[in-house]
């Protein structure tokens, strides 16, 4: 079992950063990839951002990109998600999902093994 728990969401004005925080707990962190999604009201759960079990890879969504940098730290049980030049649109519920030892490009689509319980972030215009 893994738990996970986000953090560091909150109110910022556009243009402004933020950096999320999904902190692990329970089995080997270092075996699952992790993934940043995120829910906008009324709209679907999409992928944000991915990196590999190994650290080694990471993707993200057109619509992020050369924005939001994602990486994770083993020896903390810890994955982040630096998000600079943020937008009105990027206004939703994050959460962070991990899967057993994929790739980052795998985080984008099928069944996540578990998944946290979101931090909002809202963007103000």
């Known amino acids: 079992q893994v738990q996970l728990v986000e953090s560091g969401g909150g109110l910022v004005q556009a243009g402004g950063s933020l950096r999320l925080s999904c902190a692990a707990s329970?089995?080997?962190?270092?075996?699952?990839?992790i993934g940043w999604f995120r829910q906008a009201p009324g709209k679907e759960r999409e992928f944000v951002a991915g990196i590999s079990w190994s650290g080694g890879g990471t993707s993200y969504a057109d619509s992020v990109k050369g924005r939001f940098t994602i990486s994770r730290d083993n020896a903390r049980n810890t994955a982040y998600l630096q998000m600079n030049s943020l937008k009105p649109e990027d206004t939703a519920v994050y959460y962070c999902?991990?899967?057993?030892?994929?790739?980052?490009?795998?985080?984008?689509?099928?069944?996540?093994?578990?998944w946290g319980q979101g931090t909002q972030v809202t963007v103000s215009s």
């Open positions: 329970g089995r080997t962190f270092s075996s699952y990839a």
């Open positions: 999902a991990a899967r057993f030892r994929a790739t980052a490009q795998a985080m984008g689509v099928g069944i996540h093994d578990y």
